[in-house]
């Protein structure tokens, strides 16, 4: 029921939105289309952020860090928890799209390589918010909620990313997510703004990871010597 109630609710009504302005086929598409991406993205890059939230929630923090893990370990533990359950809440949008508001699903590599694109924008959503925990503590943990909205309304998560002004639509053509949506939306009719959708998204998501995952490492480091994981804890 957590991870689905307010997917659904944000499917719902958009699916109503839709249905009352009269879209068609494909514009209906594109609206579910991001619909779906929104619900998917906020459960997975939750489990990410919560890796280090619970932790400060419970003051055990320094209890992590004296185990043998490293940013890897539990960055990709949470990752791949929010991959599964972000796969349950995929499955279930699009089933219950497709039997309230008819829509189709593109096909299944097309959407087998949206969802893994889904999946590491969630990755580098989790992974930012992580690190700006690491580096300023509790006061920004409400990062872990609006940062990913901010992401996807500039990403053009219901519209074009061209109907953005400039320099929100030049913000977007840095988001990975931006290029996965463009890529998925082009099986509906929809010409992406920009060029070559998956292999932008797909270098750019590894490239944030691999410079996160050093970031980390240095805000470690720096909340060490400060004493910023002592004051996080009991």
């Known amino acids: 029921m957590e991870i689905l109630f307010w997917p659904i609710v944000s499917l719902l009504s958009i699916g109503i939105m839709g249905s009352f302005l009269k879209l068609d086929g494909d514009a209906l598409a594109f609206i579910l289309t991001g619909a779906i991406t929104a619900g998917v993205v906020q459960v997975a890059q939750l489990d990410v952020s919560y890796s280090l939230l619970y ?10 860090f004296m185990a043998p893990v490293s940013q890897f370990d539990y960055i990709i533990g949470s990752w791949i928890i929010g991959v599964l359950r972000g796969a349950i809440v995929f499955a279930m ?16 590599v097309p959407t087998l390589i949206f969802a893994c694109g889904i999946f590491l924008s ?12 690491m580096l300023y503590g509790q006061r920004v943990e409400v990062t872990a909620w609006s940062l990913s909205t901010l992401l996807m309304l500039v990403s053009g998560i219901y519209y074009p990313v061209s109907f953005l002004p400039k320099p929100f639509a030049l913000l977007a053509a840095a988001i990975p997510l931006t290029h996965f949506l463009e890529y998925y939306r082009s099986f509906y009719g929809y010409t992406p703004v920009f060029s070559n959708s998956l292999l932008t998204g797909f270098t750019l998501s590894a490239a944030y990871v691999f410079l996160l995952f050093w970031l980390l490492g240095f805000a470690f480091e720096k909340a060490r010597k400060s004493g910023m994981i002592l004051r996080l804890s009991e």
Not at 124 to 132: A, S
């Open 55 to 64: 932790d400060i929630w419970s003051k055990s923090i320094k209890h992590t």
């Open 93 to 108: 949008l699009g089933v219950f799209a497709m039997w309230a508001f008819h829509f189709r699903l593109a096909g299944a």
């Open 122 to 133: 969630a990755l580098v959503i989790g992974m930012l918010v992580c690190l700006l925990i």
